[in-house]
């Protein structure tokens, strides 16, 4: 195992007294001295900024890169253009499992940049090719209602970025990628700067009022919102379709990688599904925690914790297709039953 | 991090504030610190005979569990009740509001077993 990489805001981030953790091979903040709960709410109610310069970035361009992209993951590249971003995934050739889900930044006619999770960086390039470029720059995703007016006094163009799409920007002499996506279910943007202009651009969108957020909240955020994290709800054995994430699978293309084995389980139908559980009382669920139904097991969380927004537990679970929303459940906690039911996702609404 | 000096610690990270034989407990700053914040307190039922080390109560952060062992045997005479619609008192004032519960001791000497605000600063600079 070699040694953790680390952000170009690493010395920003120890500055402001951050609690730094390794993940997927980097060292990164997981919370500030205000914590994780409180940089939570700030996302909620008004505006965040995480570095999640982890992120991996793999520059695909050229006449054959489209294509490359179409053939490799699943959601259809021709429903949208350049200056657009697509959720998508890529897929284990054999059994459909999700080997990653992406989002493909496509940032001129002949140039994408696709985003991986951290560790999954390596086999993304080996599906598609490209030039890695996560080292050249740093990403600060900007999060919450107010983070485009917060935004908009400082960086008034990146500001102006909407939903899921993305533009090469000038901040200040320096050329940045701006993506309207994240990861919260707020709104906001993702911006890619190089490393140089990394540490300036953090102050000055902190600068603004933008609170700084760490890897703690990104993870209750995103549970709230009801969004995967790849190693949870996706990766080995489970499919896009198991992961209720069948919008992502554009059918409708003659191949990609996994279409095969997809299909069959498509027409078979899944033997199990991700769904949302709301535990009553403060008590945080777990991952791997077994799910019952009376006093059979029938299910198991993939993700736990307690929501900031709503004061109760909440957790994402594997059950039996078509389980109503409603049911109700217990968790096994290790070994306390924590009472629940199944509900509808996202937990926590948009603004 | 603070150690206040007028306390007793565990090597596992908790408070112990001596009246007689009755011992409060709580955890100490530095544990708060490591576990991030507090979001619930599996408290202690008051009756329960507790031995010195024995895992009594849990506390949950947003990040993970972690156990609360008994620094003395005893009798847990009284609980925090406060901690179940505010368990970040722990954070927000560990040796204080967010003490856990009271244990009447059926071993004093146990005490001696545990740490001063001296041994206890030097066990955390490691």
């Known amino acids: 195992m070699s040694t953790a990489q680390h952000s170009p805001l690493d010395a920003v981030h120890r500055q402001l007294g951050a609690k730094m953790v390794p993940f997927g091979g980097w060292e990164m903040p997981l919370s500030y001295p205000i914590g994780t709960i409180e940089e939570h709410l700030s996302c909620r109610n008004d505006s965040v900024v995480f570095d999640v310069s982890h992120l991996g970035t793999v520059r695909v361009e050229g006449a054959g890169a489209f294509q490359r992209l179409q053939l490799a993951f699943t959601n259809d590249l021709s429903k949208v253009a350049a200056g657009r971003a697509q959720y998508t995934h890529l897929l284990d050739q054999t059994d459909a499992s999700v080997l990653d889900d992406i989002i493909v930044w496509w940032v001129d006619d002949e140039v994408f940049d696709v985003m991986p999770n951290a560790s999954n960086t390596d086999g993304v390039r080996g599906a598609i090719g490209g030039v890695e470029t996560t080292h050249d720059r740093a990403i600060l995703a900007v999060q919450g209602p107010r983070a485009k007016e917060r935004l908009a006094t400082v960086f008034p163009d990146a500001a102006a970025v909407g939903r899921f799409r993305v533009s090469t920007l000038n901040w200040e002499g320096t050329t940045c990628v701006v993506a309207g996506t994240g990861y919260t279910g707020e709104a906001g943007v993702e911006i890619a700067v190089p490393n140089a202009a990394a540490t300036d651009l953090w102050a000055t969108i902190t600068s603004a009022g933008v609170t700084p957020a760490g890897l703690g909240a990104r993870d209750t955020l995103r549970l709230e919102a009801g969004l995967p994290l790849h190693g949870h709800e996706l990766g080995a054995g489970i499919t896009s379709l198991q992961a209720g994430l069948g919008w992502v699978v554009a059918w409708s293309k003659p191949e990609f990688r996994g279409r095969t084995a997809l299909d069959a389980e498509r027409t078979a139908g899944i033997r199990r599904q991700l769904m949302g559980i709301a535990t009553d009382g403060r008590r945080p669920p777990r991952a791997d925690c077994p799910v019952l139904v009376g006093d059979q097991a029938v299910g198991m969380t993939t993700s736990g914790n307690f929501s900031p927004v709503l004061g109760h537990g909440i957790a994402l679970a594997f059950m039996p297709p078509h389980t109503e929303i409603g049911t109700e459940v217990a968790i096994d906690v290790r070994g306390s039953a924590l009472a629940g039911r199944v509900v509808a996702t996202p937990f926590v609404a948009k603004h | ?126």
């Not at chain 2, 955890?27 to 507790?50: C, F, K, M, R, S």
């Not at chain 2, 722990?90 to 009271?102: M, V």
């Not at chain 2, 071993?107 to 001296?118: F, K, M, Q, R, T």
């Open chain 2, 1 to 126: 991090m603070t150690v206040p000096a007028h306390l007793l610690y565990s090597r596992d990270h908790e408070w112990v504030a001596l009246e007689g034989t009755r011992a409060r407990i709580g955890i100490t700053d530095y544990a708060q610190e490591a576990l991030g914040d507090v979001v619930y307190v599996q408290a202690p039922v008051v009756g329960t005979t507790v031995a010195a080390g024995d895992s009594f109560s849990e506390v949950e952060s947003t990040k993970s569990v972690s156990d609360i062992y008994a620094p003395v045997s005893g009798t847990i005479v009284a609980v925090n009740e406060a901690l179940g619609t505010g368990p970040d008192a722990l954070n927000t004032d560990p040796y204080g509001k967010g003490w856990i519960c009271e244990i009447e001791m059926s071993n004093p000497s146990d005490v001696e077993g545990l740490l001063d605000a001296v041994g206890y600063q030097a066990l955390i600079d490691g």
